[in-house]
């Protein structure tokens, strides 16, 4: 499998101040490349070398989840009176706007405190934000929503081994582990 580019050879790269601005179809192309490699993953295609005598698992996807089925919740959700999720919890954000060829998971984490994990900062927040300012400038649509399945292990190391499992099997680009694979761009105007 070979690293795909997100500026070819050539290309009409346009830096603004200190901001790289991406053209419209750059960023289409970078989410459908993401979008492909996450139903293949879902379907049971990791796109990872495989163990030849591992044993079949029940289901192709770690832990059971599938992220995409999860319910989507705002960004601001702690903001909410009764908080909707407590304890601990892994977390994914997803952009499932409507030009998507299907959504994208963005973000894969985990907390010991659903309820709270979002108030402070976080990376992904300013990758979020790079992100959605990109798609603005190209006049795209995004429909960012958090999901949380409540029933990761409450013993941090534990959930922490099932996140890494989740983060290798979708490869989502705002995670640290693979923003190398998908050179994602949005990481560098967070600053």
Request: net charge neutral; with cysteine; aromatic share 10%.
């Amino acid at each position: 499998m070979t690293q795909p580019a997100l500026f070819p050879p050539g290309d009409d790269r346009r830096l603004i101040g200190d901001h790289l601005h991406l053209r419209r179809d750059q960023l289409q192309h970078w989410q459908a490349d993401v979008a492909s490699h996450q139903q293949a993953a879902r379907r049971g295609g990791s796109g990872c070398q495989g163990e030849l005598f591992a044993a079949a698992p029940a289901s192709p996807l770690p832990c059971g989840i599938d992220p995409f089925l999860l319910l989507p919740q705002p960004l601001n959700f702690w903001r909410w009176p009764v908080p909707p999720n407590e304890g601990a919890a892994h977390y994914f954000v997803v952009d499932a706007a409507g030009h998507l060829p299907h959504a994208l998971l963005l973000y894969v984490g985990e907390t010991g405190q659903a309820a709270q994990r979002w108030k402070g900062s976080h990376d992904c927040k300013a990758y979020l934000a790079s992100y959605l300012q990109a798609l603005q400038t190209v006049e795209l649509a995004a429909a960012v929503s958090v999901r949380f399945w409540c029933d990761a292990p409450l013993q941090r190391t534990a959930r922490r081994a099932q996140e890494a499992q989740l983060i290798h099997h979708w490869q989502p680009p705002f995670n640290r582990e693979t923003q190398e694979r998908w050179r994602t761009p949005f990481t560098a105007l967070a600053d």
